[in-house]
């Protein structure tokens, strides 16, 4: 592309990005709604199973039909939306309560300490998270618990990294050697000082991070290995509908499908648009 045409081409891009922002945190809003509200808003009891109404189509009775076992599709996405989005928050809480710490402590020591935080971060990274939490749950067993620790422990070394980065960028601005030449205790400026200045930056990575860690714990749950039956779970949902599929019935995995697809997309706009904001560099 020649500049002249650079500077002729119109903020397109700029306007269409707000546009998806907006319409990414209306449809959050809504999903997050869904499951806040489901108990008063689902048509039915997400349990509840009738063989007689098996694979039903859309009806006034069942807004997105029901699956294999008669269960209503709509009620369990309801319902899906909790062990959804809390999975991940609780995947990506645990990578915050362990992460932020040794990516400051390794800045902030520096030397040999850095160095043997960085080598393991960085083999920590370049393992694949899904994999390692998929060995987790072959040892410790299956089950929400154990892929939430899993996949926490995956994203922990993406974590530590971006905080130490962030730290050493700190580190090297002049009000850390002001507070070091009136006498302040490296402890006092690296609490009190230097980690408020990071967190908001981790923060707004981990939002990019939501929507990943929601598929990876998709996955996981549609191998078996994450949310077990009867659970509203959407991965699990998929996995259940790859039967009906066969026999031409796509709504008890496509529905699913789109639910974890679109909330992924949403959140990575928001957190994409959140990150650019604060300055993070994906």
């Known amino acids: 592309m020649t500049a002249a045409a650079i500077d002729v081409a119109p903020p397109v ?13 209306a449809f959050l809003v809504v ?36 699956d294999q076992s008669g269960q209503d599709i709509a009620s369990r996405l309801m319902y899906g939306v909790r062990t959804g989005l809390l999975s991940p928050l609780l ?12 990516g ?3 800045a902030w ?3 040999w300490v850095d160095t043997a935080i960085s080598r393991a971060t960085d083999a920590g990274i370049a393992f694949p998270g899904l994999l390692f939490a998929v060995l987790m749950i072959a040892v410790f067993g299956e089950g929400i618990a ?13 974590v530590s990294k971006l905080a130490r980065s962030a730290a050493l960028a700190e580190c ?18 690296c609490l009190r000082r230097l980690t408020p200045r990071v967190i908001p930056l981790i923060l707004g990575y981990c939002v990019v991070l939501f929507g990943e860690a929601l598929m990876s714990m998709a996955a996981l749950s549609y191998l078996g290995l994450g949310a077990q039956p009867p659970a509203s779970d959407w991965g699990l949902m998929v996995s259940e509908g790859q039967l009906p599929l066969i026999q031409g ?21 928001v957190g994409v648009r959140l990150a650019d904001k604060l300055g993070v560099d994906r």
């Not at 892929?147 to 993406?158: D, E, K, M, S």
């Not at 090297?172 to 400026?189: N, P």
């Not at 019935?249 to 706009?269: E, H, K």
């Open 31 to 66: 999903v997050i709604g869904c499951g806040l509200l489901a108990p008063w808003i689902a048509p039915h009891d997400p349990t509840d199973a009738d063989l007689g109404a098996s694979l039903q189509g859309i009806s006034g009775a069942h807004w997105l039909g029901t």
């Open 249 to 269: 019935a796509l709504l008890p995995s496509l529905a699913p499908g789109a639910a974890i697809a679109l909330t992924v997309v949403a959140f990575n706009v």
């Open 146 to 158: 154990s892929a939430v620790i899993a996949l926490g422990l995956a994203y922990t070394p993406a």
């Open 91 to 102: 995947i990506l809480a645990f990578a915050l309560v362990f992460g932020p710490p040794i």
């Open 109 to 111: 020591k520096g030397g």
């Open 13 to 25: 891009p700029r306007s269409r990005s707000g546009t998806a922002f907006w319409l990414s945190v």
């Open 104 to 106: 400051i402590l390794a």
């Open 172 to 189: 090297r601005k002049e009000y850390v050697e002001a507070y070091r030449v009136l006498g302040v205790g490296g402890m006092s400026i």
